[in-house]
């Protein structure tokens, strides 16, 4: 591929979704948030969490996974931002993860390196990058253990009828979902070529198989827009989300943000950043 631009100056406001800053603003209006998020620094979950994944993964660097970071490096300077850790961890459920309120990581795991080519990890590592570009981090970790903060409040979530903390579930929920679609822009902006992106979002979906070069994007698209000219299921969508909510949630629904991608992709908004425009004034 030619050399992928750059973009100097870029702000996540030129590209977030705007259902993610509304779906943000409906969670702060919830009053039991400030009880939560105060929790999550008294508890020191941030730095658990960091300490466990730094005893857990290998810290990619220019000796060590040096192509992993080389991409790292090279979408940061894309999307014009600070250098993250980036981290290899063993496990070979595909997936990826953002983590570190303080100090921001981002760790791949070996099944998704398997799963994706160097072209197609742009996608990936570019979307991780867009959760740390995209100030996610602090409710995004906060997400990660919403329920035990809870618990630890004394708010149980199900069987009590707490209208107020089930409130604050959904909201986190919905805006997970909806910091997905900025995320998904920061890793076109950084693969640069649609297809890839949709492919790299329907190898997460499937999975590494010895299939895989039978994957076809255009059908996975076709499958992502009738999936969504079924409006109820986006609803049952965000039920499925809710029950799975923990393990499978820090990528949900490929499908459903695949098409979401491909809108903002055909918009206009994705060919302006291209063309240069790199703030919000400009959308
Ligand atoms: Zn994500």
Request: hydrophobic share 40%; net charge negative; proline share 5%.
């Amino acid at each position: 591929m030619a050399k992928r631009k750059r973009f100097p100056g870029l702000t996540y406001t030129a590209y977030a979704a705007d259902t993610d800053k509304k779906a943000m603003d409906a969670l702060q209006k919830i009053p039991l948030l400030p009880k939560v998020v105060q929790k999550f620094h008294e508890v020191g979950y941030d730095r658990w969490m960091y300490a466990y994944n730094m005893a857990t993964a290998v810290r990619c660097g220019p000796q060590q996974y040096h192509k992993l970071y080389d991409t790292l490096r090279e979408c940061c300077e894309i999307l014009d931002m600070p250098e993250p850790e980036l981290y290899v961890s063993s496990n070979p459920f595909p997936n990826a993860f953002a983590g570190g309120v303080e100090r921001p990581y981002v760790t791949v795991r070996s099944g998704m390196i398997d799963c994706l080519n160097d072209e197609q990890l742009y996608h990936l590592i570019g979307h991780e990058l867009g959760h740390i570009k995209s100030g996610h981090l602090l409710y995004h970790s906060i997400a990660a253990v919403l329920i035990p903060l809870l618990d630890a409040l004394g708010r149980r979530t199900l069987g009590v009828g707490d209208a107020l903390t089930i409130g604050l579930v959904l909201a986190f929920l919905e805006w997970s979902r909806q910091a997905e679609l900025s995320a998904d822009r920061a890793g076109l902006l950084c693969a640069q070529d649609f297809e890839l992106s949709a492919k790299a979002n329907l190898l997460l979906c499937a999975g590494p198989s010895r299939m895989r070069e039978d994957a076809n994007v255009d059908a996975f698209l076709d499958q992502s827009r009738a999936y969504q000219e079924m409006g109820a299921m986006d609803s049952i969508g965000k039920l499925l989300v809710f029950f799975f909510y923990g393990a499978q949630s820090t990528h949900p629904m490929p499908v459903h943000r695949t098409k979401e991608l491909e809108k903002w992709y055909l918009s206009g908004d994705y060919e302006r950043i291209m063309a240069g425009a790199t703030a919000a004034s400009t959308r």
